[in-house]
Every structure is written in structure tokens, then in C-alpha cells.
């Protein structure tokens, strides 16, 4: 019960603090749930993070389902669900009646530009946290590369993730035939 409050607290706090949208807050879902709280391990958490990132929907909703299912299960997505969006939504509602004013005051949008450079710096920050537990071998670094170079060349990120499935289960099966015939 302690766990299943620590983390629908921990998502309404991230919820209404947090910018940038789910990569950007991996960082801090890291720290909490892995390093402090010690839920959840490392590769938990970076699986989760690329089955979240790779449904369809908001990141950050989908990592926060799978974090409560994975510590708490159907009452912990759902518990999970509502502690991310529902302070959100209830501060998107409440701006919405006053975002004219404040969009022409010049401190807000120098606060804008401030803002946008810290989300790009968490972006990369996440980049790299996640690069350690899921570049582990040549397989990996070089279906990262491709991917990589698919996403520069403006390939549709769906048709870039299908394809990293596809050849992530064919060598899985690869690999499977190859430990049975020895």
C-alpha cells in the first residue's frame, strides 16, 4: 500500500513540475523509482520506457501505466493513470481562461525560451541514461544507427519502430534455432 501511494503521489507531483513530455522526465522517473525507491531495476525501467515510447498515446501516460502495473498491477496503471493526468488536466483548464494575458508578457515568454533549452538538455540526458542499458552490443548499436538514419531521412517513426521489431524478433528466433542445434 506505501508503494502504491509513493507512486500516485510521485506522478501527480511529476505531472503539474515536470516539462518537456515523457523523455525528458526519464531522468527523474530513474532516480525516484529505481535509485531511491528501489522499485523497479534499470532494465525494468528501460523496457518500460521503450514499450511506453513505442505505443501509441502520450509517453509519459504510457510509462506511467506501465510503472503501476508493473509494481502494483491493474489497480496500479489505473491509480497511475489518473495521478498523470488529472492534475494536468485541472492546470490546462485553469490556464486556458488566462494564457492571453500572460502570452504577450515578455517574462513569460522569456521564461518560454529558458524553458525550451532545459527540455532539450533533459532530452539528451535521457538519451544517454537510456543508451547504457539498451546499446549493448554490435545488434544493438547498429539497428540504433539505422534507426537513426531512417529517422534523418524523414522515414515515419512508426514504419522506423515496426521495423526495429521485426528484426529484433527475427533474431531473437535466429538465436533461439542457433542454441538448439548446438
Not at 503521489?9 to 516539462?19: D, E, M, Q, Y
Not at 505505443?55 to 504510457?62: C, M
Not at 483548464?93 to 525550451?116: K, M, T
Not at 540504433?144 to 515496426?162: E, Q
Request: proline content about 2%; some cysteine; charged content about 15%.
Amino acid at each position: 500500500m506505501k508503494d502504491l501511494l509513493f507512486i500516485c503521489l510521485f506522478f501527480c507531483k511529476l505531472s503539474i513540475s515536470a516539462f518537456g513530455g515523457g523523455y525528458s522526465l526519464i531522468p527523474l522517473i530513474e532516480k525516484e523509482i529505481v535509485e531511491r525507491r528501489k522499485l523497479l531495476s534499470s532494465e525494468d525501467i528501460t523496457n518500460l520506457f521503450a514499450i511506453g515510447g513505442s505505443a501509441p498515446g502520450a509517453v509519459v501516460i504510457n510509462i506511467a501505466i506501465l510503472i503501476g502495473y508493473k509494481i502494483k498491477g491493474v489497480i496500479g496503471a489505473i491509480l497511475c493513470t489518473l495521478s498523470i493526468t488529472l492534475p494536468v488536466f485541472l492546470l490546462a483548464i485553469g490556464c486556458s481562461f488566462v494564457v492571453d494575458y500572460f502570452i504577450e508578457n515578455i517574462y513569460i515568454r522569456g521564461a518560454l525560451v529558458g524553458l525550451q533549452s532545459a527540455v532539450v538538455a533533459l532530452v539528451v540526458y535521457a538519451a544517454f541514461r537510456l543508451y547504457k542499458t539498451a546499446l549493448i552490443d554490435t545488434f544493438t548499436i547498429s539497428l540504433f544507427s539505422i534507426s537513426l538514419i531512417l529517422l534523418f531521412l524523414k522515414i515515419n517513426a512508426i514504419y522506423v519502430i515496426v521495423f526495429t521489431i521485426f528484426i529484433g524478433i527475427i533474431l531473437v528466433f535466429l538465436s533461439k534455432e542457433e542454441t538448439q542445434n548446438v
